[in-house]
């Protein structure tokens, strides 16, 4: 028979040193690819805001034509990447996280911004879109039926080229948002609002949303 | 962060301080160095082939061990055939010679089988080998010269799986080639708890001394090495001695291979529990420990996922229905889409932990490559085996765990 202590208690002490270091450099790593996407989308709010105003500036003073649609095509593009980047973030950084909660309030002005523009744009140039004010919240009892609301609206958006969606947090600290919650009269969540006259509370399937679009 | 989540990230945790430990063990055994047998001073050893209904490998099985480059005057070869009702027999009794032995007995089992060769050898060192076995030339040598240390009672070698062709054989291809380096490294931490009973080679005195195989055990080579390390001795490993196993190539003969592995793996521990602890060094202490909360993990992982999964379904079903399962607009993969995709893909920590573990699955084959060759077939073996081992782990583990809850009983044959 032999003895057999362990080999050697420092090599342990070594094992728990390098693993913890890897699992934490791995950790800083996702993090750090979290924090330059937070970082993309800020500079992408400013470019999509600066250019919305330019855009509204130059009709406004200039009497510029404001019914060039590729502008218009581009900006909305950006801000429906804005909206999954920053749907991103809250899933990497959490909902509560501040530095997203500021972006999601940026977001809110920005979409507004963008939401007055297509009215403008379906006066003066007859651009025909139809809009759906998606009111949504992520507190716990309303999280499943806004991300089902939510998915239901990736395929609409798919299915009618002419609708553009603008997604609002109803529990965002946000004096606009309780604006636009008193306007509409929004007191629970999802509701929709599309083309500014019809509500509509938790959808269950496309027809729902879809029937009152013609 | 979810209850599953903080799950996944302590069994991440406990892995990645494993394979540090692991490699570090590695490195340092690397530094030592063995004292070996000298060509001149090979003993005569006996290799025991108990067969059962083996006609279809028996005869390559022979030719492979008779190929060896041993000194044939060095080495018996003694085929035992358990009650076949098959031709093993005939087959066998074609190779008969002076060094090559064939008996006949009535069928027992392989535990049975092995004991009625070790009663009936000459050899000083005794290698068992099944009959769906092959050999390279120079294994049992490489393998015999680590008994030149007195405590080593036994040594593994470095099994592979031959011509790996079904999907299933290409996955477990894949696990066999990973498993040489960890089966090196608790051979340097003197904690290898598995002989596998396909080639491994024994000190005949351990058998005149504690008794032959345990007839009626499922995993008879199993509890062989488990009872090895209880009683204080070493199991060697020779990862350049490469032995080729034919692997069951579909599903259900294969979970019934693993179930009899896994169900005798807890049997057997629980029979020799006295090796858990710090009265058996770093097999004691961390090797088998580490093994069964890996095993836990697993276990919890799958059952986690299945469950997951039927939630999973049904919500995409319900969903697809309420879009009229328009399915074009759904799949909608445009440049946005996929920026998105690898955005939460790579930075998900999980994923980032899977690559890190591949990268040193990676150092582990080359490991392998370095000590048995290259070997072909990788480029489509490993995607196979990063797919569907851990789903199939998992599974067989859960089958077993529950074959043991019931105490089903499992037979060898």
Redesign the interface.
């Known amino acids: 028979?032999?003895?057999?202590?362990?080999?050697?208690k420092k090599?342990?002490l070594?094992?728990?040193l390098?693993?913890?270091l890897?699992?934490l450099i791995?950790?800083g790593?996702?993090y750090s690819?979290?924090f330059l996407?937070f970082q993309r989308v800020s500079n992408l709010q400013i470019e999509t805001s600066f250019q919305i105003f330019e855009d509204k500036l130059d009709y406004s003073i200039f009497d510029q034509g404001v019914c060039s649609k590729e502008s218009f095509e581009k900006i909305s593009q950006d801000l429906?990447?804005q909206g999954?980047?920053i749907d991103?973030l809250e899933?990497?950084l959490g909902k509560q996280d501040k530095r997203v909660l500021l972006r999601k309030k940026f977001y809110t002005l920005i979409e507004l911004e963008h939401f007055e523009f297509t009215n403008l744009l379906n006066e003066q140039c007859n651009l025909g879109k139809k809009t759906i004010l998606f009111f949504y919240s992520n507190e716990k009892k309303d999280l499943d039926r806004s991300e089902?609301t939510g998915?239901?609206l990736n395929?609409i958006y798919?299915?009618n080229e002419n609708i553009i969606i603008y997604s609002f947090d109803i529990n965002l600290e946000s004096d606009l948002i309780e604006k636009l919650k008193i306007k509409h009269q929004i007191e629970e969540s999802p509701t929709l609002i599309i083309n500014e006259k019809t509500k509509v509370f938790n959808p269950?399937?496309?027809?729902d949303i879809e029937k009152h679009l013609n | 962060m979810g209850f599953i989540q903080i799950i996944i990230y302590i069994s991440i945790y406990i892995g990645l301080v494993a394979i540090s430990f692991y490699i570090l063990s590695y490195l340092s055994d690397a530094k030592k160095k063995r004292k070996f047998f000298k060509d001149s001073e090979l003993p005569f050893i006996t290799v025991i082939i108990p067969a059962y209904n083996e006609e279809e490998s028996i005869a390559r099985t022979i030719e492979s061990i008779t190929k060896s480059d041993y000194p044939k005057n060095k080495y018996e070869v003694l085929v035992v055939d358990d009650g076949s009702t098959d031709k093993t027999l005939q087959i066998a009794k074609k190779y008969e010679s002076k060094f090559l032995k064939v008996f006949h007995k009535k069928n027992g089992g392989k535990a049975s089988a092995l004991n009625y060769g070790i009663k009936r050898c000459k050899g000083e060192f005794i290698f068992s080998m099944d009959a769906d076995t092959f050999v390279n030339q120079k294994s049992m040598k490489q393998m015999i010269k680590y008994f030149k240390d007195p405590d080593v009672m036994s040594v593994t070698p470095a099994m592979l799986i031959h011509k790996p062709k079904s999907i299933l054989q290409r996955v477990q291809h894949v696990e066999y080639l990973l498993g040489l380096f960890l089966r090196k490294t608790f051979a340097a931490l003197n904690a290898v708890y598995i002989t596998p009973g396909a080639f491994s080679a024994y000190r005949k005195t351990f058998f005149d001394k504690y008794g032959g195989y345990d007839v009626g055990n499922i995993t008879e080579d199993l509890e062989m090495s488990i009872r090895i390390q209880y009683l204080g001795y070493k199991i060697e490993n020779c990862p350049e001695a490469a032995v080729y196993t034919i692997a069951p190539s579909k599903f259900k003969p294969l979970l019934i291979q693993r179930r009899r592995w896994y169900y005798g793996l807890i049997k057997n521990l629980w029979k020799y529990k006295k090796v858990f602890g710090r009265k058996y060094g770093d097999l004691g202490t961390f090797v088998l420990p580490i093994s069964l909360i890996s095993i836990f993990f697993a276990v919890f992982v799958i059952i986690y996922l299945f469950i997951k999964t039927i939630f999973n379904v049904r919500s995409e079903l319900l969903f697809l229905n309420s879009v009229n399962y328009n399915f074009s607009s759904i799949l909608n993969i445009n440049f946005y889409f996929i920026e998105r995709a690898l955005f939460l893909f790579f930075t998900n920590p999980t994923v980032l932990f899977i690559l890190f573990f591949m990268v040193i699955l990676g150092f582990y084959i080359r490991f392998a490559a370095q000590k048995v060759g290259k070997s072909s077939g990788l480029i489509i073996n490993l995607p196979l085996f990063f797919l569907l081992f851990a789903i199939l782990f998992g599974f067989w583990w859960v089958v077993s765990v529950i074959y043991l809850i019931f105490s089903r009983s499992i037979k060898w044959k």
């Open positions: 028979m032999i003895s057999r202590p362990v080999q050697s090599r342990y070594w094992a728990f390098i693993g913890s890897i699992f791995i950790f790593l996702s690819l979290s996407e429906r990447f999954r980047i991103d899933k990497k089902q998915e239901l395929v798919k299915r269950k399937n496309i027809q």
